[in-house]
């Protein structure tokens, strides 16, 4: 790993992935976690403010990078309920079986490698009846504008950090074994090609 990515990488994703609309969006589905839950793709624990004191017993933040993890726990060092950080020591999320009642995605799907077998691994932490929440940005309602994604996707995958610019994410997430029960979604305001947002909720099927 460079020093880009390393260093330069981390702040940029910080910055962009906490602007106002994206903020916004985050206080839409966030504050819907309650129990045990699990964050894949915490970052620098801009969700840790959106979730509700009384609902949420405990959060578990997964993420690749240490320079995230390192911003989110000042981020969690406040808060009234208990964080606890987990890397990624392997292909499966290190929580047993049926063990989490939320899992908490946010513009996080757009970024995994293998979003399949990531969403499989999500519906094995999640307890019977638990509930996956997400917010996404992904493949947009407009010819002119996936035209334009899927033109531009290959230097923004370089540039941000693997991020895809055109992933249809609610495709994806049934394919990972999920039934979608609540969707919305919008154009928030920003650059048109990364603005399309899906949100909402999912069980296992």
């Known amino acids: 790993m460079g020093l880009y990515d390393r260093h330069v990488l981390p702040r940029l994703v910080h910055l962009a992935c906490g602007l106002k609309p994206t903020m916004r969006q985050r206080g839409k589905v966030v504050p819907q976690a309650r129990g045990r839950v699990l964050e894949v793709g915490i970052g620098s624990g801009l969700n840790l403010p959106f979730y509700d004191a009384a609902k949420v017993s405990k959060?578990?933040?997964?993420?690749?990078?240490?320079?995230?993890?390192?911003?989110?726990?000042?981020?969690?060092?406040?808060?009234p309920f208990e964080?606890?950080?987990i890397g990624?020591?392997?292909?499966?999320?290190?929580?047993?079986?049926a063990s989490i009642d939320t899992v908490v995605v946010t513009y996080t799907?757009?970024?995994?490698?293998?979003?399949?077998?990531?969403?499989?691994?999500?519906?094995?932490v999640l307890r019977p009846g638990g509930e996956l929440i997400f917010c996404e940005h992904g493949e947009a309602p407009d010819a002119g504008v996936r035209r334009w994604q899927d033109r531009l996707n290959?230097?923004?995958?370089?540039?941000?950090?693997?991020?895809?610019?055109?992933?249809?994410?609610?495709?994806?997430?049934?394919?990972?074994?999920?039934?979608?029960t609540r969707l919305e979604t919008m154009y928030v305001p920003g650059w048109?090609?990364?603005?399309?947002?899906y949100w909402g909720a999912a069980v296992s099927r």
Do not use: Y
Request: aromatic fraction near 6%; charged fraction near 25%.
């Open 192 to 197: 048109r090609p990364a603005s399309f947002n």
């Open 83 to 85: 964080v606890e950080f």
């Open 59 to 79: 959060v578990w933040g997964l993420d690749p990078s240490q320079e995230m993890i390192g911003m989110a726990r000042r981020a969690a060092a406040s808060l």
């Open 154 to 180: 290959p230097v923004w995958k370089r540039l941000a950090g693997g991020c895809h610019l055109n992933r249809p994410i609610p495709a994806l997430i049934e394919a990972g074994g999920f039934r979608i």
């Open 109 to 124: 799907l757009c970024t995994i490698p293998d979003a399949a077998a990531a969403l499989r691994q999500i519906d094995r």
């Open 88 to 97: 990624l020591p392997g292909d499966e999320i290190p929580l047993d079986d």
